[in-house]
């Protein structure tokens, strides 16, 4: 099979969900209602939609982009977390509404109900220019259609049409059309019949067949699979005849996932040069490997456990759902959301001044608080000296701290996508080469088109330097002989200050900062 260099990310476009799988046992009937009784054992989250096919992807060793619809709730940010966990770049829209989230009721590896929430399809929002050039740039594109709105968007459909990338269209009966000229569109047996009438009686094959060419002409398509379940696919192009591709091997079992499974597999494919046929055919062999294989349950690693839930006593500034509120209010009324992060562990009169300093860039200030578990993982097994819930309470006590928010990873790109704040604010040394400062997370911020700057800190406070005064019997050394703090902390309340636009960053001088 030909195979050529990937120059470029696979993009994946379109509506993702928060998928979960509650495992259980029965063994009782309900006493009001002749229903089982489920007592759940396990549950596992996972992201489903084009998220899954994002992973999937992802899996392989590609570089994929996922360009999506993230709402501003804790389905969100559990769906920014679970995505980053497994290597995809996440470009988010912004979603008014909630997260869809589809959720299993599994008992010895049967489905015995689905409960689907997040309420009707909200409204994606307008993608940003990194989005629109990293569709420009990308070695093919994967549409995976939810019927959310996602493949409505016009500039998102206009950037596709003009890709000179391959483009697979994996449709639903409730979506749009697919844009004119795609490569290859996969729709199931199913989607077909709703989407194109056949006569009564007509067989399988001629159902398939005949849909697949009245929607390879209604949009104009180079090529469109019917996926044909456990036989296969049914591959329709400029020819008259179709192409039977039968699966290498039957096997019955949890099918949720195949479709995304299969048209991940064949936009890679197409990335790296095959032929139509060509993809199509390892598409059929990777879907039909993995149902037997155990499917989804078996074809993705364990998800990372979400962070213990923090209450905050007298307030509601801590958790995912504090940070989201506030969020929403701020970007509701056209204000700018600022954000900084760290561990805060031993918080100081140097994390004091980085923050209030944060808080003086825009309308409100969320904090990303590294977990024990990242702090443990960062700076090593004695830290961090302070849990993570006193920290958060002692950081949302401030009053220049809107919400405090968190993260279990390394890094706090996760909980950046998902909030997608206009400013990123970090206090400390940093390599600048006098434009914009060097910074991990700058990379993220572009995706939206937000800005990282730098804000000065206090010389000489550090939380190292204090643990090890701590430990030590001799004096502490350090903050006592710095300068006093009214020659550099801001006010304790400040009023909200220009937006982005007005933020410069200044070079600080060397101390550990938000450590």
């Known amino acids: 099979m030909r195979r050529g260099s990937v120059t470029g990310p696979v ?16 063994n009782r009937l309900c006493p009001d209602s002749p229903v089982p009784v489920l007592d759940e054992t396990a549950h596992v989250d996972r992201p489903g939609g084009a998220g899954l096919a994002a992973v999937f992807a992802a899996a392989r060793g590609a570089e994929v982009v996922l360009v999506t619809a993230l709402a501003d709730d804790a389905g969100g ?9 497994a290597g995809v770049q996440v470009y988010a829209l912004g979603l008014r509404g909630g997260t869809p989230e589809k959720i299993r009721l599994r008992a010895r590896g049967r489905v015995l109900l689905r409960h689907d929430r997040g309420g009707a399809a909200g409204t994606p929002g307008e993608p940003s220019d990194a989005v629109l050039r990293v569709i420009a740039r990308a070695s093919a594109v994967l549409v995976s259609d939810y019927g959310r709105g996602v493949a409505r968007q016009p500039a998102l459909r206009a950037a596709l049409a003009e890709t000179r990338a391959p483009v697979v269209w994996d449709p639903h009966p409730r979506g749009p059309a697919a844009v004119p000229g795609v490569h290859l569109a996969t729709p199931n047996e199913s989607e077909v019949r ?5 006569p009564p009686g007509a067989t399988r094959l001629a159902t398939a067949s005949r849909g697949a060419q009245a929607l390879r002409r209604r949009w104009r398509a180079g090529a469109v699979a019917v996926t044909l379940g456990g036989d296969g696919a049914l591959l329709c192009h400029a020819g008259s005849t179709p192409l039977v591709l039968s699966a290498p091997t039957t096997a019955e079992g949890d099918t949720c996932g195949a479709g995304d499974r299969f048209a991940a597999t064949a936009s890679l494919a197409l990335a790296r040069g095959a032929l139509v046929s060509e993809a199509v055919q390892d598409a059929v062999a990777e879907a039909s490997a993995y149902v037997a294989g155990g499917g989804v349950a078996t074809a993705l690693p364990p998800a990372r456990p979400v962070p213990p839930a923090v209450s905050s006593p007298g307030g509601e500034r801590v958790g995912v759902a504090a940070a989201a509120a506030v969020v929403s209010a701020v970007r509701a009324a056209g204000g700018t959301v600022v954000a900084t992060g760290g561990c805060f562990d031993l918080l100081h009169a140097g994390h004091v001044a980085t923050l209030q ?14 977990s024990d578990a990242s702090v443990t993982g960062l700076k090593g097994p004695d830290r961090p000296v302070i849990p993570q819930g006193d920290r958060a309470r002692l950081l949302a006590a401030l009053s220049c701290v809107d919400a405090v928010m968190i993260f279990d990873e390394s890094t706090p790109h996760a909980a950046l996508s ?11 040394d940093y390599a600048g080469d006098g434009g914009e400062p060097a910074l991990p997370e700058a990379d993220v911020l572009r995706r939206w088109g937000g800005h990282t700057v730098v804000v000065p800190y206090l010389d000489g406070r550090s939380t190292t330097g204090l643990i090890a005064a701590a430990r030590s019997a001799g004096p502490a050394a350090g903050p006592a002989d710095a300068p006093p703090l009214t020659d550099t902390v801001p006010p304790a309340c400040p009023p909200p200050g220009p937006g982005p636009g007005g933020a410069s960053a200044q070079r600080p001088s060397t101390a550990e900062g938000t450590r």
């Open 11 to 26: 993009v994946v476009v379109g509506d993702t969900l928060l998928d979960r799988d509650v495992e259980g046992v029965v």
């Open 194 to 198: 709703e989407l194109v009438k056949s």
């Open 77 to 85: 940010a559990r769906l920014s977390s679970l995505l980053d966990a």
């Open 418 to 428: 998902w909030l997608r704040p206009d400013v990123w604010v970090k206090g400390g």
């Open 357 to 370: 300093a944060a808080r003086q860039l825009g309308d409100c200030l969320v904090v990303c608080l590294n």
